[in-house]
């Protein structure tokens, strides 16, 4: 079946370091879209991409689709403890109009 | 308008014992979907249900657990003799139409604990 992969499963930072999370599908996908969840809270949406190769900015977070809308990231700039949580991609594969298939997503630390 | 709002938030139950989440989807949206997550781990696709029909169950274990959005009321998660694996963070989403082409709004969740 379509599966997502999400890389890495865990990134420590010191806060101002960059971070990067990086999806790849297994197969082509419709769109993509980004959560964010905090520590013992629920997902809760930051973006959709649709277009092959569209880049999306959000303040300090830039999100890239790729040409083949296979493979996507999501790269902080200068993190701040505020981002700390786990971000998912959940993409929507050709065929189906609701069901994401959501990665397993990338946990953010920023070391003290 | 409240968002979806999902009861109880935690939840204990022996094993053997059953258990039911509840969720109100926003005002307005009648689509419900419902997602397991294991800790430290993605959401899995559980249930996708419309106003008294079951559009999508192929996520969902096909037994002891079951679904429902009956017209009048929240949808309802049930699952009969819980076991230790079934404790995980249930989410729910909704959304105003079949299609996943906006953000999908959830709940806060309900975790449940099986002892």
């Known amino acids: 079946g379509q599966q997502v992969m999400q890389i890495p499963q865990y990134q420590h930072v010191q806060e101002g370091e960059d971070f990067t999370t990086y999806c790849n599908s297994s197969?082509?996908?419709?769109?993509i879209q980004w959560y964010k969840q905090r520590p013992g809270g629920h997902p809760v949406f930051l973006i959709q991409?649709?277009?092959s190769g569209e880049v999306k900015k959000q303040k300090r977070l830039t999100f890239q689709f790729g040409e083949a809308k296979k493979n996507s990231s999501l790269h902080i700039t200068a993190t701040q403890t505020t981002d700390v949580g786990t971000y998912f991609c959940?993409?929507?594969?050709?065929?189906?109009?609701?069901?994401?298939?959501w990665g397993a997503g990338t946990k953010l630390i920023i070391k003290p | 308008n409240a968002g979806v709002m999902q009861n109880p938030r935690h939840l204990v139950r022996r094993r053997g014992q059953e258990a039911r989440l509840r969720c109100s989807p926003m005002?307005?949206?009648?689509?419900v979907y419902w997602y397991r997550q294991l800790p430290e781990e993605g959401l899995k696709f559980m249930v996708y249900?419309?106003?008294?029909?079951?559009?999508?169950e192929s996520g969902m274990p096909k037994e002891r657990f079951s679904a429902e959005f009956p017209k009048e009321g929240p949808s309802i998660l049930r699952i009969q003799q819980v076991v230790r694996g079934d404790s995980a963070a249930y989410f729910c989403?909704?959304?105003?139409?079949?299609?996943?082409?906006?953000?999908?709004?959830f709940g806060q969740g309900t975790r449940l604990t099986v002892v």
């Open positions: 989403a909704s959304s105003p139409n079949a299609e996943v082409n906006t953000e999908a709004f």
């Open positions: 005002k307005g949206h009648s689509h």
């Open positions: 249900l419309q106003k008294e029909n079951i559009i999508d």
């Open positions: 197969t082509t996908l419709s769109n």
């Open positions: 991409l649709v277009k």
């Open positions: 959940a993409g929507l594969g050709h065929g189906s109009n609701y069901q994401l298939i």
